[in-house]
């Protein structure tokens, strides 16, 4: 099956500092989501990016399908950014999750 | 629009014994979603209902776990009987016939000791 790796694994950073998140995945892909999981647990969908690029405020995703990569990046990071960053693919089976990269913001 | 709802939030019960997790997904979304997250990974899988039909169990566990989604709305998942490995968070997701989008639920945290 397809095999998703994202780095780094962890990330600690002070507020306003910017950063950039990638996830690599094995084979081509038509479905490609990028998820944030609050320190609660909720799983929060950020974008659906399967090429191109993508914005939405502090927050841009840009994948390169040929590739076989995606970059999540933040700008500005506030305390609130804090939680695990999923990446999540699917080519012609099910949607499968990368290891996610934790995200710890100090104020 | 209401979000996924999932119950109970918390669940403690002992090895062997069974337990059952009930999804209502957001109204009209025609694909509804079970996955396991064990402590410091990824969800995982376990089952994809298209209506109230099984599209992929291929990760389901079924001598232990089954699932079903009648009249193609809500859904449970059981367990039965339970073993220490099953302690993990289980989510329920849905997306429309649309769009590949899954929304999630806040989920239900299983321990079993």
């Known amino acids: 099956g397809i095999q998703v790796e994202q780095s780094p694994p962890d990330l600690i950073l002070q507020e306003g500092a910017n950063s950039t998140l990638r996830c690599n995945f094995s084979d081509s892909v038509n479905n490609l989501q990028w998820f944030h999981q609050n320190p609660w647990g909720q799983l929060i969908n950020l974008f659906y990016i399967p090429s191109g690029t993508k914005q939405n405020g502090r927050l841009s995703a840009t994948t390169v399908a040929t590739e076989r990569y995606s970059l999540l990046y933040i700008s500005s990071s506030q305390t609130t950014d804090s939680g695990v960053y999923f990446c999540a693919v699917q080519g012609a089976q099910k949607l499968v999750f990368g290891q996610g990269t934790r995200l710890t913001i100090n104020p | 629009e209401a979000g996924v709802a999932q119950s109970p939030r918390y669940k403690i019960i002992e090895k062997r014994q069974s337990v059952a997790f009930w999804c209502n997904p957001i109204?009209?979304?025609?694909?509804l979603y079970w996955y396991q997250q064990i402590l410091g990974q990824g969800p995982k899988l376990l089952i994809q209902?298209?209506?109230?039909?099984?599209?992929?169990d291929s990760q389901l566990p079924k001598d232990r776990f089954s699932a079903e989604r009648l009249k193609g709305v809500d859904s449970t998942l059981k367990i039965q009987p339970a073993k220490l490995e099953d302690s993990a968070v289980y989510l329920c997701?849905?997306?429309?016939?649309?769009?590949?989008?899954?929304?999630f639920g806040p989920g239900t945290r299983l321990t079993v000791t």
């Open positions: 109204s009209g979304h025609a694909t």
């Open positions: 997701a849905s997306s429309t016939n649309r769009g590949p989008v899954q929304y």
């Open positions: 209902f298209q209506n109230n039909g099984v599209v992929d």
